[in-house]
């Protein structure tokens, strides 16, 4: 097998990561990675920003606020763990990416092809991580939806759409593949 083909099968969403730091060569090189991804007629839809400290204690407030409400809605008693493991899924994470793909309203066979694109930079950005044995969890929580995200990122709703949220870090445990059978995905026609 080749080592491409083996990152790629290797590769596992991550979601508990050690408190090893990540260099910034090492982010450098899967963001040009994501760089040369396909996009049709070249529009490079895709957007990354690296949330520092100071850009993600804006969310705290809002994250607090929707893990109550999860819980009100789910019909579970609000604890201080449970608003306290929200905080810590923003403030706690080694690197946080916030991906944009951009809009385009008058056209929208565009931004469908546009929003493809940039799930290929997405995917180039995370399997050149996990060649260097770093992993990543691309989460679209209600948090990626939120006004105040656009705010944060300071863009606009009307010309790019947060995509995902990126949690990169070294993996505290890496969690078993549940695919389907090749039979079940891939039919030869005659
Ligand atoms: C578009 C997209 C959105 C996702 N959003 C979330 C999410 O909000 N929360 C989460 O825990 N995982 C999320 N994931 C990760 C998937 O749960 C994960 O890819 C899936 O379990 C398959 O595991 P694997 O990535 O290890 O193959 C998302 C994945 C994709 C492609």
Not at 29 to 43: D, I, L, M, V, Y
Not at 47 to 70: A, D
Not at 159 to 174: D, F, H, N, Q, S
Not at 176 to 189: A, G, N, V
Request: aromatic share 8%; hydrophobic share 35%.
């Amino acid at each position: 097998m080749s080592e491409v083909q083996k990152n790629i099968i290797g590769r596992r969403t991550v979601y508990r990561f050690i408190e090893k730091k990540i260099q910034k060569s090492s982010l450098d090189n899967a963001f040009e990675a994501a760089r040369f991804a396909p996009s049709h007629k070249n529009t490079n839809p895709w957007r990354f920003y690296v949330m520092g400290e100071k850009t993600r204690n804006t969310l705290v407030p809002i994250v607090e606020e929707l893990s109550r409400k999860k819980c009100i809605d789910n019909g579970l008693e609000i604890s201080d763990d449970v608003v306290e493991r929200a905080r810590n899924k923003i403030l706690k994470i080694p690197v946080l990416v916030a991906v944009t793909s951009q809009l385009s309203p008058d056209d929208s066979f565009r931004q469908e092809e546009d929003y493809a694109a940039s799930v290929c930079a997405i995917h180039n950005f995370v399997l050149s991580l996990w060649a260097e044995g770093i992993g990543s969890q691309w989460s679209t929580g209600s948090i990626t939806r939120h006004k105040i995200i656009y705010d944060a990122l300071a863009i606009s709703p009307e010309k790019e759409r947060v995509i995902g949220l990126l949690k990169v870090g070294y993996p505290e445990k890496i969690p078993e593949p549940k695919k389907k059978d090749l039979s079940e995905i891939r039919f030869y026609l005659d």
